[in-house]
């Protein structure tokens, strides 16, 4: 054996121990590169954005609210929102770049933060304490929605983590005029009140997305695109028309004023096709500026409150009668000897009207006489002409709150709830429903849906009033205009058909005696019927209160300046004849109950 045979030397087993060692290490190496780089790429590459990669909200504009002319009643405005990273700014301490600084030039957090407060015009103690309380969050709003002047002199602090972002702020032209119609958002583009809060999806839009790099000071690199493009919300286009809901707001606000009421609505309809042309309240608000906002002066009294409509359903008693077949217009009601007894219950009449026709009924108001024709019907008649008008059910709007109404319904009924109905008693309406009603009236007894929305084609209804007597209960209601109660709802060089009503409110202890409602719910042109409107005004404290010297006035005002806008040809254009308006010896003045 050759004992100089190097081939098994110890020297060459070390250099083969080195290459097996470096081969694993190469092997482990590489097989955790490849773990690295191909299975778990996805996480680290996660990792890594979520360190340099940011992802910022583009927030969307919230849609328009337009009237039905285009004219805008609620739009968004791009404003600056000053935002800071407390985080960020008490890290300033143990920063070491700001301590590799001379001592002199180091920032310090609590003097950053004085500087802060005065750039923003506000006290250092209780900014000094709001990023105290958010000291460990990376997010704080400083200021919401100002004007780009304000946020750039906060920026041009520069103190440390503190940005501005883009938001929008909502504006409202037309201000107290249609509050309660249009409603408002709150600091986050939210719907709270009104439209605003009954269609907040539509409205709002979807906010985009966008990508960038930023390196370990915040600087931004670059960007990586725009991800997902924001989508802006929804326009709204209203059937209101603002000529009208403006002028229908003046005379509302002046007679609350000048006849000290506590509140009052109105409401005007195309009789054609269910659009509210005009809808308005009293008192209001400017959402533009909500800081001395009274919460009662948020409703929308037209859609939300309730009440006894009175001598203006006295129409539909007599169309009840009419449709029964029972009545017609030449039938003859003996309302002698002026009053009934029902127990202790009496209705009464101011005097003794005697025999006198349907138009009689509705000119005199004669409660006697709409109680005789009630309790001759079936004793659902009037129950059901009321229903089928909308009474008693929400006209479905989609308005927070909006009221149902009431109309009761009996098993049997004592006949001194039958007329008490037949009259206005016992049920109640909001202003838009009694407006639906009369709008049948006006539209040949055609029932079309209500809405708030601009309708470009005709809308689909039901007949609920036979056409020949929706067209004789509106003659009926022109003489009510030139003979009774509703002279001060007359219009130059138009007719008027509508009917006035004078209401008991109802309290704790039953009907109060010193507080009313004064109505008025009229159609015209009355020859050929273009608009509806009724005027509700609550609890008057002047010396009138009447329906006929309270809401009337308010309604001839209103719809004569509506008519003329909308360029509807007069019916009577000789112009209106001479009429005695002082002429208060007719019961419709004197008795409550029956105007």
Do not use: C
Request: proline residues 6%; glycine residues 8%; without cysteine.
């Amino acid at each position: 054996m050759n004992t100089n045979d190097n081939s098994y030397s110890p020297s060459k087993w070390r250099l083969y121990l080195v290459y097996a060692i470096a081969f694993a290490l190469f092997s482990v190496a590489a097989g955790r590169l490849f773990y690295l780089t191909v299975l778990d790429k996805e996480f680290l590459q996660n990792q890594g954005e979520m360190r340099a990669v940011r992802t910022e909200s583009i927030p969307a504009t919230r849609g328009m609210i337009l009237d039905r002319n285009g004219e805008p009643l609620a739009v968004s405005t791009p404003t600056w929102t000053v935002i800071a990273n407390p985080r960020e700014l008490w890290g300033l301490a143990d920063d070491p770049e700001n301590l590799a600084k001379p001592i002199g030039e180091r920032k310090n957090p609590e003097e950053e933060i004085v500087r802060l407060a005065e750039a923003m015009g506000v006290g250092s103690a209780l900014l000094k304490e709001r990023f105290e309380i958010n000291r460990n969050k990376g997010f704080m709003y400083l200021k919401r929605q100002v004007p780009p002047h304000e946020a750039e002199a906060v920026l041009d602090a520069k103190v440390k983590g503190v940005s501005k972002i883009k938001e929008y702020k909502r504006f409202y032209p037309a201000g107290e005029v249609t509050a309660q119609v249009v409603g408002f958002t709150n600091i986050d583009d939210k719907g709270q009140e009104g439209l605003e809060l009954a269609y907040d999806q539509a409205l709002q839009g979807k906010p985009g997305k966008l990508s960038y790099i930023k390196d370990l000071k915040g600087n931004i690199i670059s960007t990586l695109g725009q991800e997902i493009p924001e989508q802006a919300g929804e326009n709204i286009e209203l059937s209101i028309d603002m000529r009208l809901q403006y002028l229908a707001y003046r005379e509302l606000k002046a007679v609350v004023t000048e006849q000290r009421a506590s509140s009052a609505s109105a409401v005007i309809l195309d009789v054609r096709t269910g659009e509210i042309l005009a809808m308005v309240n009293q008192p209001s608000f400017n959402p533009n500026d909500r800081s001395d906002l009274e919460p009662d002066e948020l409703r929308n009294r037209a859609v939300i409150d309730l009440f006894e409509p009175g001598s203006t359903m006295k129409p539909f008693s007599v169309a009840a009668a009419l449709r029964s077949g029972q009545y017609n217009t030449e039938s003859v009601i003996d309302t002698s000897p002026g009053y009934m007894r029902f127990g202790k219950f009496t209705i009464r009449d101011f005097r003794n009207y005697g025999k006198i026709n349907l138009e009689t009924v509705l000119v005199k108001s004669s409660n006697v006489g709409t109680s005789h024709i009630a309790l001759s019907l079936p004793q659902d008649t009037i129950w059901n002409m009321f229903y089928e008008l909308g009474i008693g059910s929400p006209v479905g709007l989609g308005f927070p709150g909006e009221a149902t109404g009431k109309l009761p319904m009996h098993p049997k009924w004592h006949p001194s709830e039958i007329a008490t109905l037949s009259y206005g008693y016992g049920l109640a309406v909001s202003t838009l429903q009694l407006a639906q009603a009369y709008m049948v009236l006006a539209n040949n007894g055609y029932k079309v849906p209500v809405t708030i929305f601009k309708q470009d084609i005709q809308p689909n209804g039901e007949q609920v009033v036979p056409s020949d007597i929706a067209q004789d209960v509106v003659h009926m209601l022109q003489s009510v205009v030139t003979e009774g109660s509703g002279k001060k709802a007359q219009i130059p060089g138009y007719n008027v058909a509508g009917k006035t009503g004078t209401v008991h409110k109802v309290g704790v202890g039953g009907y109060q005696y010193d507080q009313y409602i004064s109505l008025f719910a009229g159609i015209a042109p009355a020859t050929n019927p273009r608009l509806a409107m009724v005027v509700m005004v609550n609890d008057p404290k002047g010396r009138k209160y009447y329906g006929g010297e309270v809401s009337a006035p308010v309604f001839s005002r209103v719809m004569e300046g509506a008519l003329t806008t909308l360029n509807v040809p007069p019916d009577r254009p000789e112009g209106l004849r001479e009429v005695r308006l002082d002429d208060n010896t007719d019961s419709s003045y004197r008795i409550v109950q029956g105007n």
